[in-house]
C-alpha cells in the first residue's frame, strides 16, 4: 500500500488530516491566499484553534507561513493533503456508484469515512473501481503515487456570450443547488452557451444545448460551475 512523504496519512490524527485536505482544496480552484483565518472559517473553528494548529503543522515540517500570515503546504505536507483528497474522492465516487447515493448526498458521508478507512480499503475501492480519475462533482482524484490530473478550467460566469463550453467540474460545497442542477439537467459533461440576460436581472441564460432549455442562473450558481470551451 502507498505511503506519503514516508508515512501513511492513516498515522495522522482527524484533526490533522482535515487541516491538511482543507488547506489543499482551498488552494485548488482559488488563487485568494490561504490563511489561519480562512481556514478557522472552513473548520469552524476559532482563529486561535487555527493559529495554534497550524503552528503545529508548521513544527511537524508540514506547513510554512509565508509573508502577512499566509499558509504554504510543504512537498511532506502536500502528499499528505493529497492522500486525504483521494480518500474523500474515492469514497464519494464508491457511494455514488455502488451503492446508489446521490451526489448531493455523498460529501458528508465521506467526511466521516475518509478517517475511519485504512489505506488498503482505499486501495480496494480504487482497483474496484477500475481506477477513475474523477469523482461525481467532476474533481480531478489524486492517483496512488500522489500525481493528480487537473483540467484548465474556468467558471460559467467568466463565460463569453454566444461561446459554448462543456461542464467539467461542480462545486459540492451547496447540496441544494446540487439538487437543483439535477433536476435541471445541469451535469458533469453537458455542453452550454452563455446567452444575453434580461437587463438589471442579476442573473445570467445559460442555454443547455442538448436539451435546448434556457436557464437564468445566479453568479453564486454559475460561479459553481467549471467549463471548458468547445
Known sequence: MPEFAGRSVSEL???TQNYLKSIWTLCEWSDEPVTPSLIAGRAGVTLSSASDAMRKLAEQGLVEYERYGQLRLTPAGDLLALAMVRRHRLIETFLVTVLGYQWDEVH??????E?????LMIERIDEHLGHPSRDPHGDPIPAA???????????????????RARIERISDDDPELL??????????GAVVE???????SGSRQILLVDSGVTLPLGQAATDSVWTVPV
Open 13 to 15: 490524527s482527524t484533526s
Open 108 to 113: 458528508d458521508e465521506a467526511e466521516s469515512l
Open 115 to 119: 478517517h475511519a478507512v485504512s489505506d
Open 145 to 163: 503515487d500522489g500525481s493528480i490530473d487537473h483540467v484548465a478550467a474556468e467558471v460559467l460566469t467568466d463565460l463569453p456570450l454566444g461561446q
Open 179 to 188: 439538487q437543483f442542477f439535477a433536476a435541471q439537467g445541469v451535469q458533469i
Open 194 to 200: 452563455a446567452r444575453e440576460a434580461q437587463p438589471f
